[in-house]
Each structure stands twice: as C-alpha cells, then as structure tokens.
C-alpha cells in the first residue's frame, strides 16, 4: 500500500514562496504520472500541476508561470515550488498519482494560506 507525506505548507504572505514536498512509501512510483492537486474550504479538490513519468510538467492555467513542479525518483518524492502566491492560492495541498481515477490512498496534505 502506497503512504503519502506532504510536508512544506505554511503562513505567508501574499508574493512570498513556497516549496512542497510528497514522499512515498510502500511503492516505486517512477513509472507513474504524479501530481498535486488542492482543495480550498467548500470547495472541490482540483488538479494543480502534474509530472509525467518522463519529466514533461502541465500546469493548470491559474499557476501557470509561478509554481514548478519536479520528481525525484531515486527518492520517491514529487515538490512543488510555489512563488508569487496569492491568497487563492490558500487550500490544503496533496499529492498523489495522476489522473485522479487512479490515485492511492490520500494522505494528509499540507496546509498554505496566503494572506493578503
């Protein structure tokens, strides 16, 4: 069974940066599409940013231009760098396989808020 920890969330404000990181346990997943994805309070979890098991990163167009998303396989980890951030940008953020059809049991998520 595959375990996600996501660690790097926090309180900034609004233009300040951030860097998320997913490590997984319990699975290779260097074969896998991975993503992040965020859920804002009342709100649906939306898809982020993904990384395709070669390395090719899409980006939704509201982060365009200001997060980066990168894979570390030998680690089995995934990060999100985030800058310019807006308070929209506040959810809790998850990691996890994409698409979201196929994904594992969800872990925790880390917390960002952005004040303005």
């Known amino acids: 069974q595959v375990q996600l920890v996501e660690s790097g969330g926090g309180l900034v404000q609004a233009g300040g940066s951030l860097r998320l990181s997913c490590a997984s346990s319990g699975r290779t997943f260097s074969n896998y599409a991975m993503g992040w994805f965020r859920q804002a309070p009342g709100k649906e979890r939306e898809w982020v940013a993904r990384i395709m098991s070669g390395h090719d990163a899409y980006y939704r167009d509201s982060v365009q231009g200001r997060f980066t998303i990168s894979r570390d396989n030998f680690k089995n980890s995934v990060y999100l760098e985030m800058n310019s951030l807006k308070p929209e940008d506040t959810a809790l953020y998850y990691c996890?396989?994409?698409?979201?059809?196929?994904?594992?049991?969800w872990g925790q998520g880390t917390q960002v808020t952005v004040s303005s």
């Open positions: 996890n396989r994409y698409p979201e059809r196929y994904s594992w049991s």
